[in-house]
């Protein structure tokens, strides 16, 4: 596979966390406790399992940490001439951005392509508009350290992601995939109770999950993966 086709299957997974998330926190005030109950063990081990995968760092798994170790090698990738080529390769997607009306904005007119048939058609940006937009949206996904060092920008962003799914990653082995031996742990760990880190953790998580997502699929895709839509994503077989 592709650098680009496990980024999409690493973003599915993650899109569907945050439509979890989501889904989860509307239940949450009309459920009965018992119904809740139910549904809460469900979420967290979809939760944290999702989460143990995408940090996971086996050779063959299709994780978000391999996928960085792969980028740093092949920073190639992530480079500001390969961003704008797909940045203007994708432009009739782009259209819908927020950030898009300035490009796309001169006014709207009317044409008569053939005897009776009108229809509004908008004006396409100009080239060097085009590329001065794709030049700004690099230098605010990538920032200057990509641009610099994205070797060294990558590895702070793994540490970023692995700081950030560590616990729920601990849990998920010793509570979730496995059955931990408190006797087994480490001496300066035995001491302490197996605690799950609690929902409002599972929610940042989720979250800086999605910002990183989306900042290496528009790097990786040329797209940001919020204006795709988990919805519409399917994951790779």
Known sequence: ????????????????????????????????????????????????????????????????????????????????????????????????????????????????????????????????????AANEAFDELAGVDMARDPQSAIKADKEVLCAVCKRFKEWADQRVAHLGDPEARAPAHKTKPWKFPGYKRVEECIQCLAKMTDKYYWLLVGLPFTAVGWQKSKPID
């Not at 996928?67 to 390769?89: C, P």
């Not at 392509?113 to 085009?130: F, I, K, Q």
Request: net charge positive; with cysteine.
């Open 1 to 132: 596979m592709t650098a680009e086709e496990k980024m999409v299957v690493i973003a599915f997974q993650v899109g569907d966390l945050c439509a979890s998330m989501k889904k989860f926190a509307e239940l949450k005030a009309t459920l009965s406790d018992s119904d809740m109950w139910f549904v809460g063990k469900w979420y967290t081990t979809h939760v944290l399992i999702t989460l143990r995968r995408l940090v996971d760092e086996r050779r063959g798994s299709i994780s978000f940490v391999r996928l960085l170790d792969h980028l740093a090698q092949k920073t190639e990738l992530l480079s500001r001439s390969r961003f704008v080529d797909l940045f203007l390769k994708n432009l009739p997607f782009l259209k819908n951005l927020p950030s898009a009306p300035a490009l796309f904005a001169p006014e709207e007119r009317i044409v008569e392509d053939e005897p009776g048939m009108l229809h509004v058609r908008s004006r396409t940006p100009d080239l060097a508009s085009a590329k001065s």
